[in-house]
């Protein structure tokens, strides 16, 4: 079966062609993120007006990418939520609106879900069960999945999501939007050990997260050296590092523990932040101690895509899931209540 994949839950509209037989055969995206820099973070209804822009050219773009022809679409998947309203409700009528047309059926994803199955799209795939590690810009959650909808929560964040923790503190060090990359960037040329943070959380037995106290910390250090007069290049990314190091540390050892708890030896990073190199090798080195194994999706498919909404769409499809022709997003929606397949 030949899936179309849509993704519009925030800044990025994203389109993808995926087959259950031949695997992934085409993706494209549009990212929104120059539009919503000059903002200092996304401006949802600009997010929604782009989305009607893009969508229909981006189909057209993976159709001759795959060199496949529309009627041999079998059906559409689409970002359902969490996300924003506005620009979910533009994937969902497009793809309503097409399925209703091309006389095929839609099925509404979850985008937490597509995030966590995006490492099934590498050569070397993930078996269940397996912990999951969710770092997104609006979601940080510790995860035993045993198979597709059997999800288990094992913690989350309290307050501010780890990609949010990183495009928050890098907007009060006067970095841009979206800060994760920048402040990755900028904490290559850290120097280790200038300054050390803390790790929210860790001194207590449990899994759930909180970053907000980080941030915090951040930028009381950043506006002291500042106030000292030190505003240097230097100083900024030895902030960076200090600040990226804490939180790895902190993901490392909940990742640890959730390993503990539950037997398993297998982890998925997966979502915006799990694209971060030095998150990769602290969880790579933690799984030694396990025998274990980190599995992580190519950059590109670590942050919002189509690709992740057409193969977790193909997954419930093939399992006779669909919609009906109701357009229905949700802004909340957690990921437990999905049915299991
Ligand atoms: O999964 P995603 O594309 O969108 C959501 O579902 O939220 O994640 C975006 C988040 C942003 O907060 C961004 O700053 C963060 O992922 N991010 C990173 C890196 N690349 C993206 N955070 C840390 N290091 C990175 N290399
Ligand atoms: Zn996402």
Not at 47 to 70: F, N
Not at 122 to 136: I, K, M
Request: hydrophobic share 45%; net charge negative.
């Amino acid at each position: 079966m030949l899936v179309l994949g849509l993704e519009t839950s925030c800044d990025e509209t994203g389109v993808a062609l995926y087959d259950s037989e031949r695997g992934l055969l085409a993706d494209a995206l549009f990212s929104q993120i120059e539009q919503h820099r000059v903002f200092g973070g996304v401006v949802p209804e600009l997010a929604s007006r782009d989305h009607v822009k893009r969508m229909l050219p981006l189909i057209r773009e993976v159709l001759a990418e795959a060199g496949a022809e529309r009627t041999q679409i079998g059906a559409i998947a689409y970002t359902a939520g969490p996300g924003l309203v506005g620009a979910l409700l533009v994937g969902a009528s497009c793809a309503q609106a097409l399925a209703f047309a091309w006389g095929i059926p839609a099925v509404g994803v979850h985008h937490m879900e597509g995030h966590l199955l995006a490492p099934m799209l590498e050569e070397q795939p993930p078996a269940f069960p397996f912990v999951a590690l969710l770092v997104s810009g609006g979601h940080t959650q510790l995860v035993r999945v045993d198979g597709i909808g059997r999800y288990q929560l094992l913690g989350e964040s309290l307050d501010d999501a780890a990609g949010e923790a990183f495009d928050k503190t890098a907007k009060l060090m006067g970095l841009p939007y979206p800060g994760g990359p920048e402040i990755a960037r900028l904490a290559e040329v850290g120097t280790p050990g200038r300054f050390t943070f803390p790790r929210p959380m860790t001194d207590r037995p449990g899994l759930d997260f909180s970053f907000s106290g980080l941030k915090t910390f951040t930028l009381n250090t950043w506006t002291q050296c500042r106030d000292a007069g030190d505003a240097s290049e230097q100083t900024r990314a030895d902030v960076a590092l200090a600040f990226q190091q804490a939180v790895v540390d902190t993901l490392t050892i909940k990742c640890r523990r959730a390993l503990k708890q539950t037997g398993l030896n297998s982890l998925v990073i997966a979502g915006g932040v799990s694209a971060n190199q030095a998150l990769r090798q602290s969880l790579e080195k933690m799984l030694g101690e396990f025998k274990g194994q980190v599995f992580y999706a190519r950059p590109r498919f670590c942050t919002d895509n189509g690709a992740m909404i057409a193969y977790a769409g193909c997954q419930r499809l093939l399992a006779g899931q669909q919609d009906g022709p109701a357009i229905g997003v949700q802004a909340r929606w957690p990921m437990e209540q999905l049915p299991a397949i």
